[in-house]
């Protein structure tokens, strides 16, 4: 005869976890500045010359292939088994299309 919950003892009732599907809002963090002396905000002047580049604001990235995708988590399987984190950021990268292959052009 097959046990119930009840007959063996552990017949606590179950909890089913409610799931919101609504988006979340973000908490905005407010500050009273109404007693604190303002700042001034300071400019600093950036030299744009021949010589000098600025930085990009953010990273090139290139579009990674399926290909690319595939050996790039091969690459970051291998790194996490054998406990290599530069191999397996290295995967993450090509994953990720941030690796710079494509960036080096050949002059001829």
């Not at 009732?13 to 407010?30: A, D, F, G």
Request: net charge positive.
């Amino acid at each position: 005869m097959p046990s119930t919950r009840s007959s063996t003892g552990h017949s606590k009732p179950r909890v089913h976890l409610t799931v919101s599907t609504e988006p979340e809002r973000k908490r905005s963090h407010h500050t009273t500045t109404s007693t604190a002396k303002k700042r001034t905000a300071t400019h600093r002047t950036s030299r744009t010359g021949a010589g000098i580049r600025k930085q990009p604001a953010t990273h090139h990235k290139r579009k990674p292939h399926l290909s690319d995708k595939i050996e790039g988590a091969a690459e970051k399987l291998v790194g996490k088994v054998t406990r290599r984190p530069g191999k397996k950021a290295a995967g993450t990268r090509k994953m990720r299309g941030t690796d710079g292959k494509g960036s080096h052009r050949k002059v001829y």
